[in-house]
């Protein structure tokens, strides 16, 4: 039971060093990506890892959109089409009363390939992760009262930029 608490604090310990996805290009797959795909049309994606909640995610990719919006001299930018996906999987951790070994196996079906186990205990459990994609189209003056998926630009940039956490200066 001891070694048992040791690994959950041991993977506790781990966890805490790990950061939501901050506002950033994509780097090693989370963040941000985006393509012109017309003069005033652009797909952007945001990718957050296990630790970026959903409705992170999702403002991320609207303040993106609306810091395009405003480079490229327009005023305002509709959500064509938007997409969110989550993907999940699983942590399995195993023990054995009878092997001195208690630890997570991520992913992997057996625990090591010299140890053949008579009796083993374990939980699953799930990591989910969210990216979200939208294409939008940029346009210039005021913002149609009449459209839902219409945005203002500035208002957006106003309203979520005090949410927005930027990536850790690196130390040289």
Aim: with cysteine.
């Amino acid at each position: 039971m001891h070694r048992f608490a040791l690994a959950v604090v041991v993977v506790l310990a781990l966890g805490a060093c790990a950061q939501p996805t901050p506002y950033q290009p994509a780097r090693d797959g989370y963040g941000f990506t985006q393509q012109r795909i017309e003069d005033n049309r652009y797909r952007i994606v945001f990718t957050g890892n296990s630790l970026t909640p959903l409705q992170v995610v999702e403002d991320y990719m609207l303040y993106r959109a609306a810091e395009i919006t405003l480079q490229a001299n327009y005023d305002y930018f509709i959500v064509a089409d938007k997409q969110t996906n989550k993907s999940t999987r699983y942590l399995a951790t195993f023990s054995d009363p009878g092997f001195p070994y208690d630890g997570p196996y991520y992913g992997r079906r057996f625990p090591p390939y010299w140890y053949a186990p008579s009796f083993q205990t374990g939980s699953y459990h799930p990591i989910e992760s969210f990216s979200t994609a939208a294409n939008i189209v940029l346009y210039r003056g005021k913002k149609p009262s009449d459209k839902a998926e219409a945005y203002d630009a500035r208002d957006v940039i106003a309203r979520l930029g005090p949410t927005i956490h930027y990536p850790e200066p690196e130390n040289r």
